[in-house]
């Protein structure tokens, strides 16, 4: 199947997106483990495997619409602390959600609905699940303060 070029090139970014992202939790998560923070560990783990799977479903459909994948993720700096770790995904996540309602924008401006609905599939992730717990992390250390947050993250 030959699909819209523009679609393809802009999967591709995303693509690389997904893949940063996908870097970005995994360094955090390790860094996390490292430093005790089970809770935070795990579930940065999850969000690593989510993005996989996110960055799997974009090579497919590029595969599928005749193009071939860029998989050099996009650059990033990972935090240094548990605030800046958590702001960064977060920030990311923000980069994402624009990402992909522009890319859902551009499909749907050259008639390629499955490639539409394969992104909304992704927004709903990324606003419902990934970025609304970032935000509710970030409001916990506000409303409690670091270390009792990080007394909470260092439990099994």
């Known amino acids: 199947?030959?699909?819209?070029?523009?679609?393809?090139?802009?999967?591709?970014?995303?693509?690389?997106?997904?893949?940063?992202?996908?870097?970005?939790?995994?360094?955090?998560?390790r860094i996390?483990?490292?430093?005790?923070?089970?809770?935070?560990?795990?579930r940065l783990d999850h969000e690593m495997q989510e993005e996989t799977q996110h960055a799997d479903a974009l090579i497919r459909r590029i595969l599928l619409l005749g193009g071939l994948p860029d998989m050099r993720p996009k650059e990033f700096t990972p935090g240094q602390t548990v605030p800046e770790m958590l702001q960064k995904d977060l920030d990311t996540e923000?980069?994402?959600?624009?990402?992909?309602?522009?890319?859902?924008?551009?499909?749907?401006?050259?008639?390629?609905y499955v490639s539409r609905?394969?992104?909304?599939?992704?927004?709903?992730?990324?606003?419902?699940?990934?970025?609304?717990?970032?935000?509710?992390?970030?409001?916990?250390?506000?409303k409690v303060g670091l270390e009792n947050y990080l007394q909470t993250q260092s439990q099994a």
């Not at 909304?120 to 935000?135: F, N």
């Open 117 to 142: 609905d394969l992104l909304l599939a992704q927004l709903k992730d990324t606003e419902e699940d990934h970025a609304y717990w970032l935000e509710k992390q970030l409001g916990l250390i506000d």
């Open 94 to 112: 923000y980069e994402v959600r624009e990402a992909l309602k522009q890319g859902m924008a551009l499909c749907e401006s050259v008639g390629d």
């Open 32 to 42: 996390y483990e490292d430093q005790g923070f089970v809770k935070l560990y795990t």
């Open 1 to 29: 199947m030959q699909g819209n070029p523009q679609v393809i090139d802009y999967f591709k970014q995303l693509v690389r997106g997904e893949l940063a992202a996908r870097d970005q939790y995994f360094i955090h998560s």
